[in-house]
């Protein structure tokens, strides 16, 4: 893999941009592979990646339906952050966090990440209240925070309307100072071409139809659009198509798959520097590097595996845009889109074995998969490599939903972002 650098790109500007390759191969599958992983989005493409980089398995094949990062990777509004109130869910996100603050050295390729920060409204003394316990246990959980005036609010958010008569006044809130943004397409792009760097073959528009097993029950393979492709382990990655996979593999998991809508709009100015949301209205927003708004709202709350949304939903967070920040309220939108989020009971993810021998999953991040691509694919390439749950991943297995050990992050993670 030759290394981009600001010198490569000035000599290539030289030589009329004719010294680039590819950054990936497009190979053909072979008949078998030590693991493959389903799914070709940030999360199975960085467990590829750490599977190869941290562990030395390199005979892995990512299997992707459609096109590289053409799922929810490329259908979310790029938040990172680890604000969680239970210490294992702090623990894993930040975990996250640290990653992505290194990524774009470690892959040599530009993710965008701007920390820049998210702020928290509260819109009600009830909701002052939980910002603070909230506050308290990101905190014990080493996780930064700090809470804000309604002053200090409107210092950080100009736009934002924190006057007394305001449809929803600002009471208060808190920020959030190493979250931030990243590109979604570039931490796709960084980890595949990283991976396939490392001897990985990225297969796409090779959709999994079911899976092998032998006599004892143990998964060995799967039948693809390709062709039957064997291995000694499998990896589900496929987010809001994971029950879809679980039911071909022959059993069924605790989550349910929801559309998840996005908007963005037209360019403009840069008039917002942080990222804000809004515990009232569920509405979230930040402003990319093209000077669109980038902003959504809830769930569609009623299941299903539609890419698109509906228009209740779309007239709420446009009118939460209207009534929070009004001096944004005519800006036009250029684009709309959703995608299928994985919610399980406790809002947590699902990380580890399944019934299934040979068969692992990630699953269950619901609005959180993109702010957890990089840990996601960690403590995954670590399970398949050696048999173990990762310390960050053992509280998320499949078993806790018997045991009852359920980790209710639907107060920090039940809005949509």
């Not at 960085?46 to 892995?60: E, F, Q």
């Not at 990777?73 to 680890?82: C, D, L, Y």
């Not at 080493?142 to 309604?150: A, S």
Request: with cysteine.
């Amino acid at each position: 893999m030759k290394r981009y650098s600001a010198l490569r790109l000035f000599v290539e500007g030289l030589r009329g941009q004719k010294g680039w390759t590819p950054a990936w191969r497009s190979p053909s599958p072979k008949k078998r592979y030590d693991v493959i992983v389903i799914g070709a989005g940030g999360h199975g493409l960085a467990t590829a990646y750490y599977l190869a980089r941290n562990h030395g398995v390199r005979d892995v094949a990512v299997l992707e339906r459609g096109w590289l990062g053409g799922g929810n990777t490329g259908r979310n509004t790029t938040i990172v952050r680890s604000n969680y109130y239970y210490p294992a869910s702090a623990r894993i996100y930040d975990f996250s966090v640290r990653l992505y603050e290194r990524l774009s050295r470690e892959l040599n390729y530009n993710i965008m990440y701007s920390q820049r920060g998210i702020v928290t409204t509260a819109h009600s003394r009830h909701e002052l209240e939980g910002v603070r316990r909230w506050l308290g246990a990101m905190r014990l959980n080493g996780v930064d925070g700090e809470m804000l005036t309604t002053a200090e609010v409107k210092l950080r958010v100009p736009v934002l309307d924190v006057s007394p008569t305001a449809r929803l006044p600002v009471l208060g809130g808190y920020i959030h100072k190493r979250a931030g943004t990243a590109r979604h397409d570039a931490v796709a792009w960084g980890y595949a071409r990283a991976a396939d760097a490392l001897g990985v073959d990225i297969i796409q528009n090779c959709e999994v139809r079911g899976f092998a097993s032998n006599a004892a029950g143990r998964v060995v393979g799967v039948e693809t659009s390709l062709g039957p492709i064997a291995a000694e382990k499998i990896c589900l990655s496929v987010a809001g198509h994971s029950g879809v996979l679980a039911a071909l593999a022959g059993f069924r998991l605790p989550v349910t798959s929801y559309a998840l809508q996005a908007f963005v709009s037209e360019p403009l100015k840069p008039v917002l520097d942080t990222v804000v949301m809004s515990l009232a209205s569920g509405f979230y927003i930040s402003q990319s590097d093209k000077g669109g708004l980038v902003f959504g709202g809830e769930l569609d709350r009623y299941p299903s595996y539609a890419q698109r949304g509906n228009m209740p939903t779309i007239r709420n967070a446009a009118a939460a845009l209207a009534d929070q920040m009004p001096s944004l309220g005519r800006v036009r939108l250029a684009r709309h889109w959703a995608g299928i989020v994985d919610i399980a009971p406790d809002s947590s993810p699902i990380l580890g074995e399944t019934p299934v021998p040979g068969l692992l999953i990630n699953c269950g991040w619901g609005t959180g998969g993109f702010k957890a691509i990089p840990v996601g694919g960690f403590v995954l390439a670590h399970h398949l490599a050696t048999g173990k749950a990762h310390d960050l991943a053992a509280p998320f297995g499949l078993k806790r939903f018997a045991e009852g050990a359920l980790i209710d992050e639907a107060a920090a993670s039940g809005i949509a972002h």
